[in-house]
């Protein structure tokens, strides 16, 4: 008997994150290796944009690919990233869902589909197994009183991470930071904004865990 989803707020968030890794893979990556044409790659380590398509010193969006070829990774890319999309609002909740999700994100980074998502997706395939999993041990570790503002500010913390991520994506291809124009420093904002989505991320889900533990009480 297939087992249904319990956990919605955790599933949401996931589903919500996982677009944009997809999402990231199509638009950083899949669509810029397209545009470099039917040329072979000189190893595994590409730059996914290249010379010709660049906008800022350091948008090269450096990826990893199995495939030997521009045209045939970025299409690759473009399909993986659809799929985890696709995936990610349609049957992440269902029983093998992370672990599909998992191998999928797996297979966008070897298709050149980016490697800086990877310290998102982690987090995020972890915090998925938990939407079909019994939260007793986040219970007993969140007070009822602090379940309480977790949940409230839940929809915050999911709205600031995408938000953060949308504008690595952004920096990742244009390097445009309001009142800057120094490569070096655009740069380092962008790791900043990496770093943050993580630790966002990582917030939201506590939130959403808490908020379901909530629901489930009610």
Known sequence: ???????????????????????????????????????QTNGFYI????????????????????????????ISA????LTIV?????????????????????LLTLVGGGIGHI???????????????????????????????LSAVWIYFLSATLISWLIVM???VFGYFPGQDNPDAILNIVFIFLFSTVILACISFICAIAGDIEEQKS
Request: aromatic residues 14%.
């Open 1 to 39: 008997m297939g087992m249904t989803y319990i956990n919605k707020k955790i599933k949401t968030t996931a589903s919500a994150i996982g677009v944009l890794l997809g999402l990231a893979g199509i638009l950083n990556h899949g669509f810029f290796e397209i545009l470099q044409g039917n040329i």
């Open 170 to 172: 952004e920096l990742g």
């Open 78 to 81: 473009i399909l993986v990233g």
């Open 47 to 74: 730059e996914a944009i290249g010379e010709d398509h660049r906008y800022w010193l350091y948008g090269t969006e450096g990826a990893f690919t199995i495939i030997h070829n521009f045209l045939i990774t970025g």
């Open 119 to 149: 310290i998102l997706f982690l987090p995020t395939w972890a915090f998925a197994t938990r939407i079909n999993k019994s939260l007793h041990w986040w219970k007993r570790m969140l007070s009822s009183h602090l379940r309480k503002k």
């Open 86 to 106: 696709y995936w990610s609002t349609k049957y992440l909740h269902l029983r093998h869902g992370p672990t599909v999700f998992f191998i999928l994100l797996i």
